[in-house]
């Protein structure tokens, strides 16, 4: 598996052939706090990058997950329905949201990898 | 993730168990008594309310009789008061104390308007009665509709929304109405960045696109940023003046001016009129349509929740489109205008059953006639006063957000608070430990760990006073370090900090009778 | 001025603490040509006595439903309310308290929240229930918006029996939300009708029972013909206190029950302020649109209750909110759980049954009347007659001699002469045989 990319909004996705897994970073999470709910797509919805795919729910804040690539979603994480509390735990692992089929592997290039978005996540504190 | 979470994320902490008072036998410490639910209480047969036996009658029914009981509770008239008596010692109130909420307007809810509003001649009037047996009823929202309409400047008023929010809906449904009228059809609504969030709610409920205005330096709206936003495609700008930064928009007439340019309308969300009722005219200020908060400046009572008011004020052109029933002044009196035909044939229909909170115009009608006009100034003016001598008391202690001074709430944010560990909430936490309830917290979103007081004119110096050295004292014990007594605050409510986490991820919205199923002891 | 503690003196310590001179000083930011003068068009204040003579005086021209025969229904019912709960929601901690956002003080008004959610989850027979809308009608609007949400759909049919204010609600928010209404005449419907109406675009049917002329009917079929089209039946109740007689909508098959809670400790007050109810099934509580009460445990362990999932409120959603609803009609809600809980199991369902033998009682003598017929065979405590002459005068002359005897149709349907002559008449608990006999004799006369 490919190591993961960032978005500018915390998302971040990683490559399996042309599917590509999307969740929402450590950094993310903790800011966020106790997740509560997470609102998945449908399987089959298509998406361009940078549209509202996901919404995740703390108990004070709603908030909006972009798509950090183009596609179409063929299969969501229906264990966070029953222990949302995965997204905190483990946000990079068991914690993933939903998997794209990939439009465009070309838009990956536009992402940071791990060390450029550790010092992204620096600059904003 | 979307921006504007960030800032109202405020991290829970498991608090550590406090040193617990010492304890009795049971729950119970000294007034503070556990009180179960009522469906705990049950005993099959009981009732509190005697009753004739109904007649023998043939029934009607057609068979739908209910063949399954209910499962309600039986209980006598003792043990109920009993219970609603100890559930309502565990609730804060004004008749308690101060509630520094900003935008919240909490102010005395004086009790003339309840004897007032149980008066049987206004109390045990049904809405469809023949309109010849209410002529007092409809006189009385007359009058109430004369006080609205002088204090805003406007020249109508629509009295049928039920609350504030529905009021919103009430005015942006009006100006859309309008706009179709003029064969206008428009797609963004303008909302400041600071506003509360029924305004944009509202505004895409009714299919506008929201276009968020930032503010500028001075807590103002940015004009500039308005005026490159402004177009022939937006509607409206939805403004709260004073804003909820408790700053008046000084550039608020040419604001105006520069909307209506752009054939847009000009809606105030009428939230914060308290800071210049009697003083300011809306209308003077170029505004079409405002919405009132009888619960809020008008002193009905918050009822822990509602029931509110929202009566919207509209300029002649909104007004031909306000919703149904009209109050018409006809040739044999007043009358009700129910439906959408003649002068009213352009409303937009209506928004609620019957008229309008009625009760709730009793109530406000008592205070403002209470208050008079000069009374209302001055109102207005204890009001701001009271918000400015807390600012000139809280500014060295806390941060203030906008120098200088305020209108009728003081904004301060969580700067103060930096490295010690402790957070906005945290703060409000131990307030609660003092006796107070907290101001507003994490609003408006402007600004980072907002704490947006109001202290409104019902509260002596004295008062504040208290709660000035109250806050000062926890601003001080904050930066020395004195961390535990917040992260474990609450300690001497009726209830510590509660897990809102488990109640959003597995909500248990109601009693459900013990089953075999569950485990035993699900309940204290 | 009663109600303002600050005193001159006050007044000029506090300027000198904040270092103005004046008030005026305060108010600089107003811009000059918008600073009034004490408006002269209004009264000054007036003393208790003064206010109390002149509201008084404007109660006084009224006839109340308290001194005269009430046969008056239609979406609000006169019903005797117990002493104990108008002073129970009268203790300062109830009446004047805000909103529960801060559970660790308000543990009072979030307790019995979550007990008025259980009574309304019980009297309707539906899983779930929120802490209340601001009336039955705009629950029966948000009613049809969370089933165009949850269906995807934008289409809804409104029955002929539901009440005119509700279907005039559900056109307003129709018209600006962006949904469509296909609204059927009102006169009672056979379901074939209503199911006829049902297509692929809609997203519930909408039904009241009792309806608007006060017919009794079984919409378990029509729950059924909806589930089985993709679309949710919508059950309204106007008059809940029917609930202690009759089949609840949850035993139907719907899917969202709307009513009006008014019946149940509150006065009628003129049209408001009156209960929105909100039932519906479990798996559907995120599109649930206003407040909801959860059950919780505090940092020590002990049960305590919260509001929850806020996040699909106006405040944090913003623009993605379920709705814009803010409020809640606390303090109603709260007379309501009162009154119930006095009445109880037994109390609740004798007055349903006292409700309906008056009701009864009242329908045998008015159909005895030459000219009256009854329209309705079914009904709870309300039923329509149709007279022989239009009813809105008929109406008129009753009121002349000191009885509130019925809504003439036409004051909801002024442009439907063929409803011209259908009167509504309720009877609550509250009419005695003597206001029978009254009213009997009444209209006997006005109809000679």
Same mark, same amino acid.
């Given at each position: ?52 795919? @996901? ?50 592997? @070309? ?17 904003? @504190? | ?51 004739? $036996? ?47 909420? +900003? ?18 001649? *206004? ?14 009823? *409809?006189? *009385? ?230 208050? +008079? ?26 941060? *203030? ?52 007081? $109001? ?62 199923? $569950? ?6 | ?48 006595? %003064? ?41 300062? %901690? ?47 609007? =948000? ?35 962006? !949904? =469509? ?69 949850? %035993? ?126 079914? !009904?709870?405590? =309300? ?12 109406? %008129? ?31 609550? =608990? ?19």
């Amino acid at each position: 598996m490919a190591a993961p990319r960032f978005t500018t909004d915390h998302e971040w996705v990683r490559l399996d052939g042309d599917l590509a897994t999307v969740g929402i970073s450590d950094y993310a999470q903790s800011q966020l706090g106790d997740v509560v709910y997470v609102e998945l797509p449908e399987i089959g919805r298509r998406v361009e990058q940078g549209k509202e795919i @996901a919404v995740v729910e703390s108990v004070k804040a709603a908030s909006d997950v972009y798509a950090p690539v183009s596609g179409e979603v063929v299969a969501v994480n229906t264990a966070l329905a029953e222990d949302p509390a995965k997204v905190n735990a483990d946000p990079m692992g068991e914690g993933w949201f939903l998997q794209l089929r990939l439009a465009d592997p @070309a838009e990956l290039d536009g992402l940071m990898d791990e060390a450029a978005y550790r010092r992204f996540i620096e600059e904003q @504190a | 993730m979307s921006e504007w979470s960030r800032a109202l994320s405020a991290p829970t902490r498991a608090a550590p168990p406090g040193a617990a008072p010492r304890a009795g036998f049971g729950a119970n410490r000294g007034l503070q008594i556990e009180e179960k639910l009522l469906f705990e209480r049950d005993a099959p047969g009981r009732s509190g309310v005697d009753l004739p $036996e109904p007649p023998a009658v043939e029934p009607r029914l057609g068979g739908l009789e209910r063949r399954r009981p209910i499962g309600l509770p039986g209980l006598s008239e003792p043990e109920v008061v009993r219970h609603f008596t100890r559930l309502s010692q565990k609730n804060y109130a004004i008749d308690t104390g101060i509630y520094p909420l +900003g935008s919240c307007t909490m102010k005395h809810n004086p009790r003339l308007n309840e004897k007032l509003a149980r008066v049987p001649g *206004l109390s045990e009037l049904h809405p469809l009665q023949p309109l010849s047996t209410v002529p007092g009823a *409809l006189e *009385l929202i007359d009058r109430l509709a004369h006080w609205l309409k002088t204090l805003t400047g406007l020249p109508a008023v629509a009295l049928s929304p039920g609350a504030g929010a529905h009021g919103e809906l009430c005015g942006v449904m009006t100006i859309r109405a309008a706009l179709e009228a003029r064969g206008d059809r428009r797609k963004r609504v303008l909302v400041p960045e600071s506003a509360h969030g029924t305004n944009p709610a509202t505004a895409a409920a009714c299919g506008y696109q929201v276009d968020p205005v930032p503010a500028n330096s001075r807590g103002r709206v940015d004009r500039r940023a308005l005026e490159q936003k402004l177009g022939p495609d937006v509607a409206a700008l939805m403004l709260t003046n004073p804003n909820t930064c408790g700053l008046f928009e000084t550039e608020i007439v040419e604001i105006a001016a520069v909307v209506h340019r752009a054939g847009a309308f000009f809606y105030c969300d009428g939230a914060n009129f308290n800071a210049i009722v009697g003083r300011v005219r809306p209308r003077d200020l170029g505004i079409d349509c405002m919405h009132l908060n009888l619960h809020k400046t008008f002193s009905t009572p918050h009822g822990g929740g509602g029931p509110g008011s929202g009566p919207v004020a509209l300029s002649a052109e909104l007004a031909r489109h306000a919703p149904l029933p009209w109050l018409v002044h006809g040739d044999n009196g007043l009358q009700l205008a129910e439906h959408g035909e003649g002068e009213a044939a352009a409303s937009i229909g209506r928004l609620k059953a019957f008229h309008g909170q009625m009760g709730m115009f009793v109530r406000a009608l008592a205070y403002m006639m209470s208050h +008079g006009a000069d009374g209302l100034r001055q109102v207005a003016e204890d009001a701001v006063l009271n918000a400015n001598y807390l600012r000139a008391l809280l500014e060295t202690d806390l941060t *203030l957000s906008y120098p200088g001074p305020c209108m009728h709430e003081v904004l301060f944010d969580d700067r103060f608070l930096k490295d010690t560990g402790v957070s906005t909430l945290d703060f409000a936490k131990a307030l609660i430990d003092e006796g107070y309830h907290p101001m507003t917290m994490y609003f408006p979103l402007v600004v980072h760990g907002a704490m947006l007081i $109001e202290p409104t004119e019902t509260e002596s110096k004295a008062t504040l006073d208290e709660f000035a050295a109250t806050v000062k004292a926890l601003a001080t014990a904050a930066r020395t370090g004195d961390t535990a007594r917040f992260h474990a605050a609450p300690q001497l409510a009726p209830r510590r900090r509660l897990d809102e986490t488990a109640a959003a991820r597995k909500p248990v919205l109601r009693w459900r009778p013990p089953s075999e199923d $569950e485990p035993p002891g699900t309940t204290t | 001025m009663r109600y303002l503690p600050l005193t001159a003196a006050d007044r000029t310590a506090m300027l000198n603490t904040i270092g103005a001179t004046s008030i005026d000083e305060l108010f600089a930011e107003v811009p000059a040509t918008a600073r009034i003068a004490p408006l002269a068009d209004l009264p000054l204040a007036q003393s208790e006595l %003064e206010v109390e003579r002149a509201i008084g005086a404007m109660a006084a021209r009224n006839l109340a439903a308290n001194s005269a025969p009430c046969f008056l229904g239609g979406g609000a019912y006169r019903h005797h309310i117990p002493a104990a709960v108008d002073h129970l929601i009268q203790r300062g %901690e109830f009446l004047t308290s805000y909103t529960p956002y801060q559970p660790e003080i308000s543990q009072g008004t979030l307790q019995y929240l979550f007990e008025f959610q259980t009574q309304v989850a019980l009297l309707t027979g539906m899983e779930i229930a929120n802490a209340s809308l601001y009336d039955g009608a705009v629950a029966c609007a =948000e009613a049809v918006m969370m089933a165009n949400r949850l269906t995807g759909r934008h289409r809804a049919v409104l029955a002929g029996g539901l009440h005119p204010h509700y279907r005039e609600v559900c056109a307003t928010y129709a018209r600006f939300v962006g !949904f =469509e209404l296909a609204r059927c005449d009102p006169d009672p419907r056979p379901q074939q009708e209503l199911a006829a109406l049902l297509d692929d675009r809609t997203s519930c049917v909408v039904v009241q029972n009792p309806d608007f002329w006060g017919e009794l009917h079984d919409w378990s079929a029509l729950a059924e013909t909806c589930h089985e089209r993709g679309a949710l039946l919508v059950v309204v109740v106007t008059e809940i206190v029917s609930l202690g007689a009759l089949k609840p909508p949850g %035993e139907m098959g719907a899917d969202i029950v709307a009513g009006e809670g008014q019946s149940l400790g509150n006065a009628l007050n003129y049209g408001g302020p009156y209960l929105g109810l909100f039932a519906t099934r479990e798996k559907f509580v995120r599109q649930m649109p206003g407040r909801l009460v959860g059950e919780t445990r505090d940092a020590d362990g002990r049960r305590g209750f919260v509001l929850t999932l806020s996040t699909r409120e106006q405040h944090i959603r913003r623009e993605r909110a379920t709705s814009n609803v803010c409020t809640n009609s606390g303090l109603c809600a709260l007379a309501f759980t009162i009154h119930l809980a006095l009445l109880g199991e037994t109390g609740f369902t004798k007055l349903a049954w006292l409700n309906h033998a008056t009701a009864v009682t009242l329908a045998e003598r008015i159909a005895r009347i030459p000219g009256v017929s009854l329209v309705n065979p079914t !009904f709870f405590n =309300e039923f329509t007659i149709r007279l022989p002459v239009p009813a809105a005068p008929v109406v %008129e002359a009753l009121a002349a001699r000191g009885i509130l005897g019925g809504i003439p149709a036409s004051r909801l349907y002024p442009k439907r002469p063929q409803l011209a002559n259908l009167l509504l008449v309720a009877a609550t =608990e509250t009419v005695t045989d003597h206001d029978i006999s009254r009213f009997e004799c009444a209209l006997r006369e006005v109809l000679a």
